[in-house]
Nanobody
Framework: QVQLVESGGGLVQAGGSLRLSCQAS????????MGWFRQAPGKEREFVVA????????YYTDSVKGRFTISRDNAKNTVYLQMNSLKPEDTAVYYC?????????????????WGQGTQVTVSS
């Protein structure tokens, strides 16, 4: 079992920044690729970004490229999502997840463990 707890969400004006953190506990964190997903009101949950177990490989959905940065610190069992130049359309509940793989994955079905989510609201 892996337990994931997100933090760092909040309310920010358009153009602002937030840094999300996801603290993992349980099994060896470095065994898992990690991902961030988000779910906006009335919409399905969607992939945002993923990172391999080592941190050397990442993959971003097009809408966040150049604005969001994922990173991880395996010594701290934590994955981060730095979000800059935020837009109102980034408003969503953000979830971190641990994949059934050490290589990054983009499909939700490839993720075994999920956090409870943290709300990000971007005002215009």
């Amino acid at each position: 079992q892996v337990q994931l707890v997100e933090s760092g969400g909040g309310l920010v004006q358009a153009g602002g920044s937030l840094r999300l953190s996801c603290q993992a506990s349980g099994r060896t964190f470095s065994n898992y690729a990690m991902g961030w997903f988000r779910q906006a009101p009335g919409k399905e949950r969607e992939f945002v970004v993923a990172i391999s177990w080592s941190g050397r490989s990442t993959y971003y959905t097009d809408s966040v490229k150049g604005r969001f940065t994922i990173s991880r610190d395996n010594a701290k069992n934590t994955v981060y999502l730095q979000m800059n130049s935020l837009k109102p359309e980034d408003t969503a509940v953000y979830y971190c997840a641990a994949a059934n793989s050490r290589d990054y994955r983009t499909f939700q079905d490839d993720y075994r463990y999920w956090g409870q989510g943290t709300q990000v609201t971007v005002s215009s």
